[in-house]
Nanobody, 117 residues
Framework: QVQFVESGGSLAQPGGSLRLTCAAR????????MGWYRQTPGSQRELVAT???????TIADSVEGRFTISRNIDENTIYLQMNDLKPEDTAVYFC???????????WGQGTQVTVSS
């Protein structure tokens, strides 16, 4: 079974930084298009950033210039570096394989990011 385990979420002040980690099991991040998502209660899940199997990345306009997605192929892990955090970044952050996210329930527990002064 494909599994994703997110970690690194915490309480941060506006302007602070966090790095989220997603450990993938039974799927190779080097072969899949991977993404970071976030969701606030009552809202739709938002795709924040992607890193394709090719290594190319995309960043959502809402976090452009502040967030960076990367991967460690040897560790089969993807990361989300979040800088200049804003209160609107508060959400539960998930990782998933983009092409599978809407077809299979591989969502992990996510990791809570709270940005507050």
């Amino acid at each position: 079974q494909v599994q994703f385990v997110e970690s690194g979420g915490s309480l941060a002040q506006p302007g602070g930084s966090l790095r989220l980690t997603c450990a993938a099991r039974n799927i190779f991040v080097s072969s899949a298009d991977m993404g970071w998502y976030r969701q606030t209660p009552g809202s739709q899940r938002e795709l924040v950033a992607t890193i394709l199997s090719s290594g190319d990345t995309t960043i959502a306009d809402s976090v452009e210039g502040r967030f960076t997605i990367s991967r460690n192929i040897d560790e089969n892990t993807i990361y989300l570096q979040m800088n200049d955090l804003k209160p609107e970044d508060t959400a539960v952050y998930f990782c998933n394989a983009v092409r599978l996210a809407n077809r299979f329930n591989y969502w992990g527990q996510g990791t809570q990011v709270t940005v507050s002064s």
